[in-house]
């Protein structure tokens, strides 16, 4: 069978915001039927395992407003509009870390919700690394960076301290595919 896209009938703008927009589409799904689709608009995301050698990763404990707690993430940030993934990976990384990566290494690409959001999180293995600059956060960053081992990062999943998909997915996707030693 073909698949073939919806058809977008109509678009109205709801939301334009800093981190995102949302819109209220009237499509024609792929089977003929329409339907109001609400949707939220977000650019691309790098999100970055940087690891200082194969057993290490920097993680950045992070305040989240959303949901009024500190986590430990990977870091990670928006790409800019025209700007390359890789390139948004190498800045994110001197920004939120204070280190700069000689190697980026892409591996994998998904939709933390497909359902509602069109953003897609690109995920890079930074190795490599050397001393940047010092930290250079956005305005509503408060972020502090740290080094944990491969296994100390898993345990933290399991314990609670890291709460957000894009961190459990991210040291998953190192584990399944090692660095090169």
Same mark, same amino acid.
């Given at each position: 069978?073909?698949?073939?896209?919806?058809?977008?009938? %109509?678009?109205? #703008?709801?939301?334009?915001?800093?981190? &995102?927009?949302?819109?209220? %589409?009237?499509? =024609?799904?792929?089977?003929? =039927?329409?339907?109001?689709?609400? !949707?939220?608009?977000?650019?691309?995301?790098?999100?970055?395992?940087?690891?200082?050698?194969?057993?290490?990763?920097?993680? !950045?404990?992070?305040?989240?407003?959303?949901?009024?707690?500190?986590?430990?993430?990977?870091?990670?940030?928006?790409?800019?509009?025209?700007?390359?993934?890789?390139?948004?990976?190498?800045?994110?990384?001197?920004?939120?870390?204070?280190?700069? #990566?000689?190697?980026?290494?892409?591996?994998?690409? &998904?939709?933390?919700?497909?359902?509602?959001? %069109?953003?897609?999180?690109? &995920?890079?293995?930074?190795?490599?690394?050397?001393? #940047?600059?010092?930290?250079?956060?956005? #305005?509503?960053?408060?972020?502090?960076?740290?080094? &944990?081992?491969?296994?100390?990062?898993?345990?933290?999943?399991?314990?609670?301290?890291?709460?957000?998909?894009?961190?459990?997915?991210?040291?998953?996707?190192?584990?399944?595919?090692?660095?090169?030693?």
């Amino acid at each position: 069978m073909k698949e073939r896209p919806a058809t977008t009938l %109509d678009s109205r #703008a709801v939301h334009q915001g800093r981190a &995102f927009s949302t819109s209220q %589409d009237r499509v =024609r799904l792929p089977h003929g =039927r329409e339907a109001t689709m609400d !949707v939220v608009r977000h650019s691309a995301s790098a999100i970055l395992v940087p690891m200082p050698d194969p057993g290490r990763v920097i993680l !950045v404990r992070q305040y989240r407003y959303a949901v009024d707690r500190w986590i430990w993430e990977l870091p990670a940030g928006n790409v800019e509009p025209g700007e390359d993934p890789e390139a948004a990976a190498r800045r994110e990384c001197a920004e939120e870390t204070g280190w700069s #990566a000689e190697t980026v290494e892409r591996i994998g690409a &998904f939709y933390p919700s497909p359902g509602y959001c %069109d953003e897609v999180m690109i &995920f890079y293995r930074l190795t490599g690394l050397t001393a #940047a600059s010092g930290l250079a956060l956005d #305005a509503d960053e408060v972020l502090e960076p740290r080094t &944990f081992t491969l296994d100390e990062a898993r345990r933290m999943i399991a314990e609670g301290p890291v709460a957000d998909m894009k961190t459990a997915l991210g040291l998953r996707l190192v584990q399944a595919r090692p660095a090169l030693i």
